[in-house]
C-alpha cells in the first residue's frame, strides 16, 4: 500500500509539508490576541512549556500511528488495534477535520477578499468603516460563499497531483514565501514609532499577570495551534518513510509552528501598540482591528501602508492555504482507500462537499440566520463543537490507545527507528501519554466548556 500511496520524497518536503500544515490562520490570528489577553511574554513561555510537556508527545502519538499502519486515519488506528473499536477514534478524526473544513474554508475565503480590496484601495477609512466593511461583507450572499469556493478550488489542484508533485512541492513553495511575507512585515512593523513598546510586551515577561487561567490558555493555544486529533499528522506521517525520525520531526515542528506565531505577534503588537491600540480584540484582530492599525501607522506612507495591507492578507491566504491542503487530505485519503475511488475522485467528493458546507455556513452568517444549532449559528457552532469537543476527545483517546493499548515495543521500535536512533526518554514518553497529557487534556476539554 506504501507504495501506491506515495510518501514524502526528501527530508525537508516532510518538515515543511507537516509544518505547513499545523500552520494557519490561528498563528497570526488566535496566538497573537491571546497572547495580548494574557500577559504577553510570560504566556509565551508558559506556552512553549505546554507544547514541551503535551504537545510533542501527543503529535508523537499520532504521527506514530500513522506511520507504522501507513494507511488513512481511519484504517490507521484499526491496523495498529487490531480491528478493535479504536477505529472509531480515527474516524473521529475524519469527522474532526471534515466539519473543521466545511466552515475553516468560509475564513480562508475572507483572506482572499481582503486581498482583492487590498489591491483595489478599499480596506482605506475610519474604524466604523472596517467594522461595517467586514459585517457586510461577510454577511453577503454570494461573495464570501465566491472566495470560498476560489480556495478550496486552489486546495484541490493541490491534492489531486498526490504527495510529492502535490503536498510536498506546493509546501516547498508556499513555506518559505510565508517566512518572506513574515520578515518584511516584521521588519516594516519594527521601523513604527514606540514599535519597541510591541517588542517590550511580547518578549519581557511580567508573571504578576499569570493565573491559573493562564495556564489552561497556554494548554489550549498549544493544542490546537499543532493541529492535534484532527487527522492531520496521523495522515501526514503514514507518507513518511521508514527512516524519518519521529521524534526530531515532531520537534522541528513545533518550532516552526511556533516560530510562525512569534513573528506574527513581532508584526501585530509593534503596529497595534505604535498607536495605542490593545491587539487583545478578539477574532477581530484580523478583519477590524488591524486594517485600522495599518490606516494609523502607515497612514503617512500611504504606498507604504498599500504594501503592507496587500502582503499581509497574502501571508493569511499562504497559511489558510497550507492548513486546508492539510485537513482536506485526512478525508480525500480517507475516501481514496476506504471507497477505492482512487485520488482524484476522492478528492472532487471532498472539494464539493467543502464549498457545499462552506456555502451553508457562510449563509448562516447571514440570510440564512435560521440555520442554527442550540442557538449559535451553523458556522459558530461547528467551530466551537470541533474545538471544544472533537479535539479534546480525540487527543484524550489517543494518548490512552498508545499509553494503554499498544505494545510498548511498538512504541520504542517507533520512537527510536527500530533501535537505530538512541532516544533515551521512551518510558518518560510513556509516562507522559498514560497520565500527564491525558490529565492537561481533561483540563483544556473543561476549560472550552467553561466548567473551571
Known sequence: MSSERGNFGTRLGVILATAGGAVGLGNVWRFPYV?????????????????LVMGIPVMLCEMMIGRHAQANTARAYSIMG???????????GVLTSALILGYYSVVSGWTLQYIFSSIAGNIHGTPEYFKEYFT?????????????ALLIGMTHFVIVHGVQDGIEKASKI???????????????????????????????????????KTFLEALGQSFFSLSIAMGCLCTYASYFKRETRLLPSALQIAAIDTMVAVLAGLIIFPAALSVGVQPDSGPSLIFITLPNVFEQAFGSMPFVEYVVSILFYLLLTIAALTSNISIHEVSTSFLSEELHLGRRNAARLVTLYAVITGGICSLSLGMWDWCSLFGMPLFDFLDWFTANCCLPVGAFFTCLFIGWYVDHKV???????????????VHL????????????????????????
Not at 35 to 51: D, M
Not at 83 to 90: E, H, N, Q, S, Y
Not at 430 to 444: E, G, H, M, T
Open 411 to 425: 512504541v520504542h521500535d517507533e520512537i527510536t527507528n527500530w533501535g537505530t536512533t538512541n532516544v533515551r526518554f
Open 174 to 212: 508556499m513555506m518559505p514565501i510565508l517566512f518572506v511575507l513574515l520578515i518584511i512585515l516584521m521588519i516594516c512593523a519594527l521601523s513604527l514609532p514606540n514599535a519597541w513598546k510591541g517588542v517590550e510586551f511580547l518578549l519581557k515577561p511580567d508573571f504578576s499577570k499569570v493565573t491559573g
Open 82 to 92: 487490531n480491528g478493535t473499536a479504536w477505529k472509531l477514534v480515527g474516524l473521529l
Open 429 to 452: 514518553f510513556v509516562l507522559a501519554v498514560k497520565y500527564i497529557c491525558p490529565l492537561f487534556i481533561i483540563c483544556v476539554f473543561l476549560h472550552q466548556l467553561g466548567w473551571i
Open 136 to 148: 457586510a461583507f461577510s454577511t453577503h450572499p454570494i461573495k464570501p460563499i465566491m472566495w470560498g
Open 35 to 51: 497572547t495580548g489577553q494574557n500577559g504577553g511574554a510570560a504566556f509565551i513561555l508558559i506556552y512553549i512549556g505546554c507544547v
